[in-house]
């Protein structure tokens, strides 16, 4: 508890405020910055003083050549001293390694070219030499910070009045200008040092941001990396030029695999849509379709022909954005499905011949049970169990037949042939809802009919009422004991629509997703059937040139929407049934 107390206590108490002793040495590191060096003198320093000592000397030089032909009128004695010292402090500047010293060691050499500077001057006061105490202005103000400005404004102004006053030159308005310059030419330098020395902090700020910024880039592309090859699907980017930027291990793995194979069939170009048949054309290659911006899932390509080593690989591509909303390129995942596909078409199979063989026994049970029923000398009582037997059976033929129907190997559709024909869906569905209130009264759930009204459609009767059992079957099988399945008809000429509706626990999302893929079953197994039904009636109203929905919500109900064209002509007009247009209509519960 104590401990708990003094975590408490160093959150939320209010630090103390500094006392007398803190506020002083506040103050003392301020003005020990303020005299200091500035930082990018520390840095350099050796050229930047031999840079202005050369500078001051080649103009001294130049005075020189000038006093050789143009002769001075006062004493050259002081001339040639102050000359002779400003070149020899060159010459020190030029040999000394400043960056092993201090800064603050170069002081001098600014102190001494003003001496220098002033000896000239006491030789002629009038021949221009103090113009050359701009070379130790500047060196002073903008290298030396309030130190150096100081000195500046200090010693230059005084050696000019004092060796004005040494010589005798009388005191004019003139004798003023050079000295205020000076301090002009201080200030300015030292207000520029300032700004230089903001802008070199600031500088080496956005340098130490911008290095933290390329290590995290480089330690999240280094991430990136390490998680993109360990996992066992390829990753590939392609740039908005077409060029490949980003790929893994796996996508090299499976490239590999996939040329293998290819050229194990002996031909360079063996690439095979999905049903491993059709020979893909270069343009439909999943990556030249992602290069130029196309958009797919899932699209299934096979490496290599038949009888050869062949891989097959399930390659999606996704389209990326910048913040701007332009378009970078695309991401392209390929995943290799070989063993997949191949387990599925052996149990498809598997699964249609023995659906076959079973199909030949049945019939011929059908047969001699029909037989047993037409003999007029079976008593009633074993005719009773002849036609639930045969009823049975012919039931299990169904079911042996919708498996046929299902492993179908022509393409990934129902293999049927329908009739279609004018009928009204409305005694369909009437009919298959009287056949089902027996089996819904056992769980007390009643089956509404009362929303069900005229409604012409194009299709197969037969067929029709196949995809209605289905519905209806599911309504009752996933039905609470004492609900409602609801049945309603509509058409407006060109669509028709029915509408199944139960009360029953309903699907979750992940459900509805897989509702209508083959041998699929939702809910617990007790009630799940062979999972083939959803599959065949979505694949049977498509075939009729319709469509069928599903929602649902969990613990309210469910609810199918099938679409048919109402006529011929509708049809005709129309290659798919608009689920929106029959929708529309609907008050949906």
Known sequence: MGD??????????VP???????????????????????????????????????????????????????????????????????????????????????????????????????????????????????????????FFGLTGYLLAVLLLPGAILTTSALAGQPFTYATLVLPLMLVLISTIGILMARRIGVQQLLFERQTRTMGRTLRRAQRQEELLAEVLDTVDFGVIRIAADGTTTITNEAHARLQRSARTADLSSGDRHGVFAADGVTPLPREQIPFARAAR??????????????????????????????????????????????????????????????????????????????????????????????????????????????????????EMSADMTISQQDIDLADLVRAAGESWRPAAAERAIHIDLGQVAAAPAYADPLRMRQVVDNLLSNAVKYNRDGGVVTLRTQSDGLVTSLLVSDTGIGLSDESLDRLFERFFRAGDSARSGTGLGLAISRELVRAHGGDISVRSTIGIGTTFTVDLPATAESMDGRATVSNEGARGGWDMP
């Open 4 to 13: 708990d107390n003094v975590g408490v206590m160093s959150f939320t108490e």
């Open 16 to 142: 103390p405020s500094p006392g007398p002793g803190r506020s002083r040495l506040l103050a003392r590191a301020r003005l020990t910055r303020l005299f200091a060096v500035p930082a990018y003198l520390v840095v350099g320093r050796g050229r930047i003083a031999v840079t202005l000592q050369s500078s001051l000397c080649a103009l001294v030089v130049l005075f020189l050549v000038l006093v050789s032909v143009f002769p001075l009128a006062g004493d050259l004695g002081p001339f040639f001293v102050g000359a002779t010292l400003t070149l020899a402090a060159g010459f020190v500047v030029a040999l000394v390694p400043w960056s092993r010293i201090s800064p603050w060691a170069l002081l001098p050499v600014p102190l001494l070219d003003t001496f220098a500077v002033a000896l000239m001057r006491l030789s002629d006061p009038t021949g221009g030499f103090g113009i050359l105490l701009f070379v130790p202005a500047v060196w002073l103000s903008v």
């Open 293 to 410: 911006g196309e958009v797919f899932d899932n699209q299934i390509v096979w490496f290599g022909t038949q009888g050869a080593r062949r891989r097959a690989l399930s390659i999606t591509a996704r389209r990326t954005l910048a913040a701007d909303g332009s378009d970078t390129g695309a991401v392209v995942v390929s995943r290799d499905v070989t063993s997949e596909l191949t387990a599925l078409r052996a149990r498809d199979s598997l699964v249609s011949s023995v659906s076959h063989e079973l199909r030949t026994p049945l019939t011929s049970i059908i047969g001699y049970l029909e037989l047993a029923v037409d003999d007029p000398r079976i008593p009633g009582p074993a005719r009773e169990n002849l036609v639930v037997a045969e009823r049975n059976a012919s039931r299990l033929l169904e079911i042996v037949s919708d498996i046929l129907t299902a492993s179908s190997r022509s």
